[in-house]
């Protein structure tokens, strides 16, 4: 029998073995795949998804988020002034910064605000600080330590002198102070004396106090302690003019209302009184 003629163009590869070998490359695709899946890359597979949505045309997009100070540094010279009431706004100084306001150029709203309390410069803090460092570092006062208070308050530097249960600073009846109470207050008044500001010189005694004569009673014990007070300032170098008022005030405004018998409302007060400076603080020659 005559064998049939290959036709036109044929091949010698039957057509079975062509399906196998494409079987073959789809498997071994398969498993290069999971091989490739199974030690996967983050940072390779975020570039294929960033490759993909861009060609799908997905863009993102990024905006910085903060504090952009114009100065490079993260602060503010100011509290910043907000409010919920309506603000004109003016295009005069347009070229100027300004750095207590969120907004610059055209917009900036250069109409001045009030300062708050917390801008106030505190103007008795160091007097604080080293009258408080000063009868630490003296051994003879130290146990009357507690019988010092300092506080700042709105009409200045408040000094009190303050009997403590079983420990005072004055004799009982006198007005001449202990050596201890003459040491605090020869250290306090140089330090005084460097501020500009007035003083005013308060004697308090407590409620329920026996005197010797029904002639001499708090009132004119708690103005005599004062004015030794003051003499004793003079004393130790402050100038009499530096004395706005020297007062006693007897038993009438004690240092804690709910108890007037209480031995810490004998006192002597010394106010460093708050005053406006002539010149403002903000003002720089």
Known sequence: ???KEKAAGGSDIPEWLVTFADLMSILVCFFVLIISFSIQ??????VVAGSIKEAFGVIKIQARAGIIERDGNPQRDFVKSLTLDEQNTQTEFAEV???DRSKQGPEANTHDIEKSDVEIPRQFALATTTLRQAW???????????????????EGLHIQIVDQEGRTMFPEGSKYPYETTRQAIAIMTPILKSLPNQIRVTGHTAAGASYQTAAYGPWELSSDRANVVRRLMEEFGMPSER??????KGDADPLFPNDPYLSANRRISILVMQESPPVPIELKP
């Open 1 to 3: 029998m005559a064998k």
């Open 41 to 46: 890359d983050d940072e390779k597979l975020q």
């Open 97 to 99: 910064k300004h750095n």
């Open 136 to 154: 630490q570092e003296l051994p003879e006062i130290t146990f009357v330590a507690d019988n010092l208070l300092i506080e700042e308050t709105e």
């Open 243 to 248: 004395i706005f008022s020297v007062v006693g």
